[in-house]
């Protein structure tokens, strides 16, 4: 039986889209980290799986049902964040609406899913935003944390989309459904 890898995430806009895409920039011509960019527009991932090919048009059609239920809110960043030097990111505020939405993803999967990823389960969740992961050499990854680490941010984007995508053999992602999110 075939499986698909494929996650919930929300595409960033505004000044939080351009601060990540900077640090991406930075990381990928300093430091050759450029793992995170796998998808080329910075995004913020809900909850992602494995799922059988054969439930994947099934799952796509229910796409839009369970995002009719999400309503917009706000994303919020005020530091950075890391885990050890293996993945720098953008901590993002725990609210209750996003709690509330990362819940609701997280149940739409298991519907469809074998298995969910277990860093992203209700229980481990950290969201975040991630800056470089895996790639980044210990020396650049102190550079960074040395000269970013500390700083306060201000980036509030509403989130008013949601797509699924579909991770691809080569490495690269495809959107299967988009979603606007209305009041």
Known sequence: MEHELIAIISLLEGALYQETKNFWDLCAERYGAKEVQLFHHPSFTFQGGSVAAEKLPEMRTQFQRFAARVKPFTLSVRKMGNAGNKL????????????????????????????????????????????????????????????????????????????????????????????????
């Open 88 to 183: 720098l990111f953008f901590e993002v505020e725990q609210t209750e609406e996003l709690a509330g939405t990362h819940l609701m993803a997280n149940a739409f999967l298991e519907i469809f899913c074998d298995r969910t990823i277990e860093e992203y389960l209700p229980e481990e969740w950290h969201p975040h935003v991630a800056l470089a992961m895996n790639d980044l050499s210990e020396r650049g990854f102190t550079e960074l944390w040395d000269d970013f680490g500390e700083v306060t941010y201000a980036f509030d984007q509403v989130i008013s989309n949601l797509h699924l995508v579909r991770f691809l053999p080569d490495g690269n992602i495809e959107v299967l459904e988009k979603a606007k999110l209305t009041v």
